[in-house]
DNA sequence: TTGTGTTTTATTGCCTCC
DNA sequence: GGAGGCAATAAAACACAA
């Protein structure tokens, strides 16, 4: 007993089961047995509540609450005989019958918490113990609760699955924008690229697109010399079918050895940064894909030994600085990263 | 028929409110 | 301090598969 509540309605021996066996009516059959069951199931057991059927408790002990089972057709005669046989059996637990708990569910859903007259009120026209009434609602908001619960997990659920989505839809977007905008920025470079040939006047920036120009007149030499050579070779080759094979090379001094052999460095610089099968060289002439950042180290990586020393010499010196000059750093206000992230530090130098 | 899981009814203990 | 609500739990009733 908790908190010195009385619990009224224990006790009695004996049962509606009982009376049902003995006596039952088709009314007490639909009350109890309908709805629960089927033709094909057996009727279940009356599942009155042992307290529910203390009529004396209820209402002073008049049994004036037989009312709810007369007005289903059981007589005066069956209520006095066995229901208080019925009503006092200790130990069982009885289920409501499914009108009591429609009853109360209507009851329920107008308002879930229960005022003292109501559940008296309710408990007098269902045969039930006020106590009882309140046990039902009680256990009915418990239930009430957890599927709220379980409706607010599923909402909860839903909304993170859609939140989720969201992110995941906005995060392959992200990634595409990424590509794209470095594509863009590749892009834009090139073209930016062009359009300093037509006016740029800050000085890291005309150092850049003297150092690109000069590069494209080194390579249009070098594929002048690449001709040249195979003209020469060409030359020779029929002057050999002509004449007697010569016994020594064609250049006997090693100053002219040294010639063929810078040609053949040269060439073979020239095959590998302008190879016209490269992807890095479309035109011949005046490629974008030269700038390609797949591989963009090379256009400021020109090896300077692979030209000779002459052609250095003639170059402007802040074309190929020494490299100990270039400070490959952040850049300065002045520099140049032609719309790439700085981090590109490729892009941006200072002298 | 029986074992097992679920649902329903009821109890207990604690708490808050008046 | 009594009444009543709530959470946790017990236990009976029920459903169902093997």
Known sequence: MAGGRVY?????????????????????????????????????????????????????????????????????????????EYFHQPGKKRRLTVEQVQFLEKSFEVENKLEPDRKVQLAKDLGLQPRQVAIWFQNRRARWKTKQMEKDYDVLQASYNSLKADYESMRKETDKLKTEDVNWMINRSISGLKDLKFGCENPGCRRFLDHFNMVQVLSEKLLDREKEKENLEVSENSNKLSQEPPEKPIADSEGEVSKVSAVEDISSVKSDIFDSDSPRFNDGVHSNSLLEPADSSYVFEADQSDLSQDEEDNLPSYIFPKLEDVHYSDPPASSCNFGFPEDHAFWSWSY
Do not use: I, W, Y
């Open 8 to 84: 009224s309605g224990a006790g009695g021996s004996s049962t509606l089961r009982v009376l049902l066996q003995n006596k039952r009516t088709e009314p007490l059959d639909s009350l109890f047995f309908s709805g629960s069951c089927n033709s094909s199931s057996p009727p279940p057991s009356f599942l009155g509540s042992r307290s529910m059927m203390s009529f004396e408790d209820v209402h002073g002990g008049n049994g004036s609450n037989k009312s709810f089972f007369r007005s289903f057709g059981v007589g005066d005669d069956v209520l006095d005989d066995d229901l208080d």
